[in-house]
Nanobody, 127 residues
Framework: EVQLVESGGHLVQAGGSLRLSCAAS????????IGWYRQAPGKEREGVSC????????SYADSVKGRFTISRDNAKKVVYLQMNSLKPEDTAVYYC????????????????????WGKGTLVTVSS
């Protein structure tokens, strides 16, 4: 059974930092692209960042470029999302998701576009 477990969400003040972790089990981790997504109250789930399988190429949404960094440790089967200079608009439930394709789904049907999802971790940024 494939499991993705997010952790690291917390309440933080604007300008602060958090590191989220996504621990995977039950899959050939290094063969999967892993993405971070977020969903704020009343909004659709959106892509935040993705790290490809194989060479680990990273991509970011424009809203987080320069502030967030994604990385992966294939030996530990963990993907991290380092979030710096957090803003109140970063407040959301953050999910990690995996796909057997080399890169993350980038279309509008986010939930069906990725193969596996975690249950999410809440990040709250106070102003």
């Amino acid at each position: 059974e494939v499991q993705l477990v997010e952790s690291g969400g917390h309440l933080v003040q604007a300008g602060g930092s958090l590191r989220l972790s996504c621990a995977a089990s039950g899959l050939s981790f290094d063969r999967f692209a892993i993405g971070w997504y977020r969903q704020a109250p009343g909004k659709e789930r959106e892509g935040v960042s993705c790290i490809s399988s194989s060479v680990g190429t990273a991509s970011y949404a424009d809203s987080v470029k320069g502030r967030f960094t994604i990385s992966r440790d294939n030996a530990k089967k963990v993907v991290y999302l380092q979030m710096n200079s957090l803003k109140p608009e970063d407040t959301a439930v953050y999910y990690c998701a995996a796909t057997a394709f080399s890169s993350c789904y980038s279309g509008s049907d986010v939930i069906n576009g990725m193969d596996y999802w975690g249950k999410g971790t809440l990040v709250t940024v106070s102003s």
